[in-house]
Every structure is written in C-alpha cells, then in structure tokens.
C-alpha cells in the first residue's frame, strides 16, 4: 500500500467514521488517526460535536402513552386470552 | 445460540402464562412507549399506530407459550410488532418499490454522510477538506429541547428508511445495545453500524438547516 495522501484522513473521510468510532470499532491505529485529525481541525470538531448533540436530543424524545381508551382496551384482549385458555 | 434467559424474565413468562394480570401490565408498561412510538413512525395515524400495539400484543398473547426464550422478551415483542407496523405502512401507503432498489435505499451503502459539494474537490487548495463547514450551534441544549426542534427530529427520524428508522428508534431513542438491535432486526454488525451511521448524519443534517432557518439569534 501507498503511503502518503490516500492515507491522510480527511474530513470527507473523518465523517463517515464517527459512528464506528463512538461505537469503539475503529482499530486503534485509526482510532489515532482520528483523534489526531479532530485535534487539528474546529470545523470537523464542531461537526462531531453535533452528532453528539444530535444523538443526545434523539434520547430525550418523550415515550408515548398509550390512550387510557386503548389501554383499557388491551386489559379486556388480556382477559378474553385468560379465558380462552 | 440460546442465550441464558434471566431468571426475572423467567419468572415473568410463567407469570403470563399462568395468566397472571399484574404481569401483563407491568410488561406493557414497561414495552408499551416504545412499541407505540415505533408504530407511530411507520403508520400514518396515531389510531393505526395503537391498532398495530394492540395485534402485537395479542400476538405477544397467542405465541408465548411457543416463545422459546431465544431472544430476549423485549427484542422479540418488538420484532413483532415491527412487523405488523412495516406491513400495515405499506398497504397503506400503497407504494412497493422493488425489493433490491429499496434494500439499496435503505442500507444507504453508496450515500456519503455528507453531501460531497460540501466538500473541496480535486482542485480545491485542500480537497477533501471542508468547503462548506459546519457552523456551531448557538444555545444547542435549550434549543435542542424546544418543540420546534424536536419536530424537527421526529420528522426526519420518520422520513428516514424503514430499516434506518428502526435502527435509530432502538438504539438512540430505546438505548438498545447494538447486538439487541441485531436480533430484533436481524442485521450484521456492520449493516448495524451503516445504517445507524446514515440515520444519524441525516437527523444531524435536519438539525442543522433547522438551527440555519432560524438564524443564528436564539
């Protein structure tokens, strides 16, 4: 393999590897690599700090209830199954 | 192949199948919002959504005396009612691509996480270096909490495809593992990752034209 350019990460590059790396799939020589890059560049800094971000906000989306209708609903489709047995 | 059931989920199952009613509805508690929010990104209404809850638990019902303890209670409940949520979308939305196009679209292999004009090219002074980078959010955790924002998330996470849909729901908005959300959905490690990896790029993308609407003023 050549060494030089093609193994420079770049940012086109760094982007489709956070996942992997939050995940700690990245070998760790590329893990490195990935660090080094982050280290050195506020643009890619801020754009992994928004996949954080976003992934943050996705976790504070709020369950669902169920209506009190459907639940009540539900409560009979359990009892009709308890009889049936 | 069987993983060891725990011994809690062990004593609930008997406890459903003795028919026991405090067990039913401690499991739906405790499944019931997530299985509801799934169906809400499948379905078009929330009527429909609670239709499906209801079959899958019904489902959930009828086969627990054949359940196996194989998967965990939860992952197989939700494979279930994934599903019913995915064959209800479609007949309701009456649009079947072909098969491997939309096993295409959906894997989103050959898309880039971010639009490659972003980028510079080849003649650019740094190619491959940002050309249009990212501008920080101003105030992110106040406005990432808003209603705005979080409409924002909850209709690119709907507008995704199925199976980058599914993947983000349980492992961001559930805090699945990755190896549960490979057996609900039966997906390698690496499909996993790819899909989860398009789903957030696209939900970050979402994000930031909103936040760019907005302007930066809070």
Not at chain 2, 95 to 103: D, G, I, K, M
Request: with cysteine; hydrophobic share 40%; charged share 30%.
């Amino acid at each position: 393999m050549s060494v030089g350019v093609a193994d420079e990460l770049r940012c086109r590059g760094l982007v489709e590897l956070i996942t992997d790396y939050l995940e700690g799939v990245l070998p760790t020589p590329d893990a490195r690599r990935f660090e080094a890059h982050l280290a050195d560049c506020d643009d890619c800094s801020t754009y992994v700090e928004q996949m954080r971000q976003t992934i943050e906000a996705i976790g504070q989306i709020p369950p669902e209830s169920l209506s009190a209708e459907a639940s009540e609903h539900l409560l009979w489709t359990f009892r009709d199954w308890r009889g049936s047995r | 192949m069987s993983a060891p059931v725990a011994l809690d989920e062990r004593a609930l199952l008997r406890a459903l199948r003795d028919g026991d009613e405090s067990a039913f509805t401690a499991l739906v508690e405790a499944q019931g919002p997530m299985l509801l929010r799934l169906a809400l990104m499948h379905v078009p209404s929330r009527a429909v959504a609670e239709e499906v809850v209801q079959e899958t638990w019904l489902a959930v019902l009828n086969g627990i005396d054949r359940f196996q303890g194989r998967s965990s209670l939860k992952t197989w409940i939700t494979s279930i009612l994934l599903n019913k949520a995915r064959t209800r979308g479609e007949r309701e939305r009456r649009v079947l691509p072909f098969a491997a196009l939309r096993r295409r679209h959906e894997e989103g292999r050959d898309e880039p996480a971010v639009p490659a004009g972003r980028f510079q090219g080849r003649r650019g002074s740094e190619p491959g270096a940002w050309a249009r980078p990212p501008v920080e959010w101003s105030e992110p955790s106040e406005r990432l909490r808003g209603e705005a924002a979080r409409r924002v998330l909850l209709e690119a996470i709907a507008a995704l495809p199925p199976r980058q849909r599914d993947v983000i729901a349980l492992r961001d908005i559930s805090g699945w593992s990755a190896e549960e959300v490979r057996n609900a959905l039966d997906l390698t490690e690496t499909n996993q990752r790819v899909l989860l990896h398009r789903a957030r790029s696209k939900v970050r993308a979402a994000l930031e034209g909103h936040f760019e609407a907005e302007g930066g003023a809070p």
